[in-house]
């Protein structure tokens, strides 16, 4: 029987676009698989800072520490593990800047530690990375030396005869790299909140701890632009001064935040 010419080429005309279906799919799979690869491929970071190469860190925690009272061991444990906490919660790829506070010039602090975290074995993709590798990276270019800053910012052994936090705070707050940062921010301030400086007629150790007698006494200070930070505040405990801490917290701390605008502000340990 000779063949239909009709069928023959409707069989033709449907291979034919059985054909184009089967390439298009392939096509699609490929492009796919290359996005994937773009997407999950870890983000190349500076080796020194540890932060992205091709974009900002993704958000920004500056922790200052006031170690200006007299630490004791309970205040050195507390303070290293705040510290601790605060790099293990630190988002992926986030920066991470530890300063401490100079009693005789506030404003200039001393820069503690500052990367980025480049990513422990839980942010590793196995198929482009290798999770062990990167979990010893973390460990030895973030994790051991945050534990070390920690540690060298709780080593002040002697109190300081003054302690400006609130000048110190102003300076954390007008960093020109934390000023400037345009993602989510993050201040945490580790204190026992007894502003003292006494060149000013001003201690939280007396009676009038509060904001606006602050303000008076401090003719020029500008409370700082805090607005859209999220603010938290541990505070090391003086047990013979909890009434002086409370007084601060109550009457200094919490107005001065509320002026500065900060958000979600938060008092730990009093």
Known sequence: MTPNPLLRKARKRSKDALGLVLL???FCGLLAAFAAAM?????P?????LCPLQAPPTSMTLILV??????EPRHRKRLRAAIEEEANRLPYLALLNIRGMRPNAPRELVDVFSRCNPGDSRNA??????PARIQARWKAQFSDPVKAAASRTSNTRQAASTSPILDALAGASQDLAFASFAGPRRLVLITDLLEHDPDWGFSAYADG????????RRVGYEVPDLSGIEVRVIVLDRPDLLHRQTAARDGLWRPFFDRAGAQDVRFEGL
């Open 66 to 71: 006031d170690a200006s009272g007299p630490l």
């Open 45 to 49: 970071i500076d080796a020194e800072t």
């Open 24 to 26: 298009g799919l392939t």
């Open 209 to 216: 701890a509060d904001l606006s007698r602050f303000l008076a």
């Open 125 to 130: 993709n196995p198929l482009f990375s290798n």
């Open 39 to 43: 997407v999950l491929t870890p983000a």
